[in-house]
């Protein structure tokens, strides 16, 4: 009687934490049968009054199940009872087993994972499904491969492992008759999660995901009331920079744009994530240009600075002189070694030419919205020395032709320190900054953002840098260099982007332009608008329009400038996304209610598909911010603010919103989805707009 009750009840329990419950006559003739061909549990009484299990697969315990679990494993003692009747080796693979089981549960997060705090919905699925392989298949060392499902009717995300565990199992010898039953395997040992609403093998082995809806919800409401930087990716590092870096006494042109909003880009995004960014300007404001300035300024009376303010002027003609008078060049020569002597004259004219052209490039950045810090290259002037003399007494670069240079594996040509005349270039300049940039400044990673001509240059430098030891051989516990180069700007025409005079074209005539379009574009869509605001709307949405194009294109591709595809109102620009947004901002205007209250009141609730993918999407933006630095393309961006935008609209399209029973929690999305469009903005450096 109550004995016969308790294996019931017991059974029961067993049963249902192990997924096997199959009614309540399949406990009945578990217990009255002690013999089955495929016993899925049988509980044996003994003496001791221990309940103990003889299972032909691993046990699969949730964490509500604990005290169970206790009762099982260990039935009052502190090791995995052996099972009685069977051989050794079976007891030992039961044994592991159950102990693979355990340690699955054991790790089981004790709380729901967040993004931000715990990581991306990614790098979350990964670790859940990780535990369940490692569990399933223990000692096997592979990753979990989680990527985007193809067909969102069939999931989420997708597990593709099954395939190539199927492989490694059959070369040694353990393998099931298909893939398919090593994605059930995977399946059965999912641990207990909240992410995870439910699975579904496809084809081979393909296991499709689905994300739990009410996951989806805690994630917006808690990013709504904590802020986007909560969803940040976690990054400690100081990181330095080198981006922009136009020449003194020359203006900045259209080769400097991708340079300059692609740098500001990765630096936003790594500041959004939490790294200390260090963000130089590596100007050219040394060399022998400096000598043939110096030199006409000085033989043409044009010292004024009011003749220095036209920099491309006194370039032209200290560039024609340089050319034609043989004379004059070797004047110039002769003022570049004075001005690297010290000479009070020239250094008093080389600061009023660097004080010229610094007022011009900053006009550029304010425009653009761009911070840098200017440490050009006559900062590391007094440090050439000290580091040739260094490397050449280690025997690191040795004399060839009368040059000092170092000499790296798989390069036939050697990184230049000095020249044979005795002089440095900018070679011997990047060896300095480097070095200052790792004992300096402390760096844990340094970016190099220039156009894809100067990777070999700079695959010598970070060579040279190793071979000197500047640089641990370790990946791991050493700096990280990167070189983020780009591909070229084109005119329409497929060639180099130029005036129609050919020349290059200035990147403030670039600006102009593009403002000057969208001012004409405001203005015929609101006749009325205030003066101020379409001063306002008309540089966010132009510069925001030039930023855009450039940043969406893959950056080591070239790219035709067009100023009609890029300031379109259909498609992927910027001019699109600004308009879509200030509409989403307008939905929460028109309803009237106190967006703050809104959150601390009510919470979001999913129910209609548009809604769940609309949350889905959002879910993945920490996705895009680590796919971005991991790969160092803002493209990655771009891409995501745009699908966001399209999958909106599909939700307005179909959701109603103001007037809704569900008005509170629609609400709440859009406002989560604005909120998600502003961040991305600015981290593309682009000033959103609320109302145009």
């Known amino acids: 009687g109550p004995i016969c009750a308790a294996v019931i009840t017991l059974v029961t329990l067993i049963m249902i934490s192990t997924r096997a419950w199959q009614g309540p006559s399949r406990v009945l003739s578990l217990v009255t049968r002690r013999q089955s061909p495929h016993p899925s549990l049988i509980p044996l009484r003994h003496g001791t009054g221990r309940v103990r299990a003889e299972c032909n697969r691993p046990i699969s315990f949730r964490p509500r199940d604990r005290g169970l679990r206790e009762r099982l494993l260990r039935g009052g003692g502190s090791k995995v009872p052996q099972l009685p009747g069977k051989t050794p080796s079976r007891n030992k693979m039961v044994s592991a087993s159950i102990a693979s089981t355990e340690s699955a549960v054991e790790s089981a997060p004790a709380s729901p994972p967040s993004l931000g705090a715990t990581g991306t919905s990614l790098s979350i699925l990964k670790t859940i499904f990780q535990r369940a392989i490692d569990t399933a298949y223990p000692g096997m060392g592979i990753s979990a491969e989680v990527a985007r499902c193809q067909d969102p009717k069939l999931g989420d995300y997708q597990l593709n492992n099954a395939m190539q565990l199927f492989g490694n199992l059959k070369k040694k010898g353990e393998a099931p008759k298909n893939p398919r039953m090593v994605a059930e395997k995977i399946v059965e040992m999912l641990p207990e999660n909240s992410v995870v609403k439910e699975t579904s093998i496809a084809g081979p082995g393909f296991i499709n995901i689905r994300i739990d809806e009410s996951w989806l919800e ?56 939490g790294a200390d960014v260090v963000r130089l300007n590596h100007v050219g404001d040394w060399g022998t240009q ?31 002189r340089f050319d034609e008078d043989e004379e004059f060049k070797t004047r110039a020569r002769e003022a570049v070694t004075k001005l690297q002597g010290g000479d009070q004259e020239s250094v008093k004219m080389w600061n009023k030419i660097c004080e010229a052209s610094r007022k011009e490039f900053q006009a550029i950045y304010d425009r653009l919205g761009v911070t840098l810090e200017e440490r050009g290259e006559s900062f590391y002037n007094p440090m050439l020395d000290d580091i040739a003399k260094t490397l050449e007494e280690e025997q690191i670069a040795e004399v060839s032709d009368g040059a000092l240079c170092v000499f790296v594996e798989d390069s036939e040509v050697p990184l230049m320190l000095r020249k044979s005349d005795g002089g440095y270039g900018y070679a011997s300049t990047d060896m300095a900054a480097l070095k200052h940039r790792l004992t300096s400044e ?63 074209v200035r990147l403030v005539d670039l600006l102009d332009e593009a403002k000057s379009r969208c001012r004409s574009t405001i203005l015929e869509r609101r006749p009325d608008i205030q003066p101020e605001e379409l001063e306002k709307a008309a540089s966010a949405m132009g510069y925001g329009a030039v930023k855009y194009y450039d940043l969406k294109s893959n950056r080591m591709s070239n790219y035709k400038f067009s100023y009609d595809q890029m300031l379109s109102l259909q498609g992927d620009t910027a001019v699109y996304l600004l308009y879509a947004h200030a509409r989403i901002a307008s939905i929460v205007r028109k309803s009237d209610m106190d967006v703050e209250k809104l959150i601390s009141a009510h919470e979001i609730s999913l129910h209609d598909p548009k809604e769940v993918r609309l949350a889905l999407k959002l879910s993945q933006f920490p996705d895009a911010v680590k796919d971005t630095l991991d790969a160092l393309m803002p493209n990655r961006l771009t891409e995501y603010l745009y699908d966001l935008t399209e999958v909106f609209n599909q939700f307005y399209q179909e959701c109603k919103v103001i007037g809704s029973e569900q008005e509170a929690s629609r609400l709440l999305l859009v406002e989560a989805t604005a909120r998600v469009m502003r961040q991305c903005f600015e981290l593309l450096g682009i000033t959103p707009l609320h109302r145009i």
């Open 442 to 504: 402390g760096a844990d990673w340094i970016i190099y953002v220039t156009d894809a001509g100067q990777k070999s240059h700079f695959d010598l430098v970070f060579k040279a840098a190793k071979k000197a030891k500047w640089l641990e051989d370790d990946s791991k516990n050493g700096v990280r260099l990167d070189h983020v180069g780009f591909g070229l700007v084109l005119g329409e025409d497929g060639k180099r982007f130029r005036t129609r005079s050919g020349d290059v």
């Open 290 to 320: 400096f000598g043939m300035l110096i030199e006409h300024m000085r033989t043409s009376g044009a010292e004024s600075t009011q003749a220095i303010s036209d920099l491309q002027e006194l370039y032209r003609s200290a560039k024609k």
């Open 218 to 273: 805690s994630q917006l409401d808690m990013m709504l009331k904590q802020g986007l930087g909560s969803w940040a990716p976690h990054l400690k590092s100081r990181v330095v920079v080198d981006f922009s870096s136009p020449n003194v006494a020359k203006e900045m042109h259209v080769g400097h744009l991708r340079s300059t909003i692609i740098g500001d880009t990765i630096c936003k995004t790594l500041e959004y994530c």
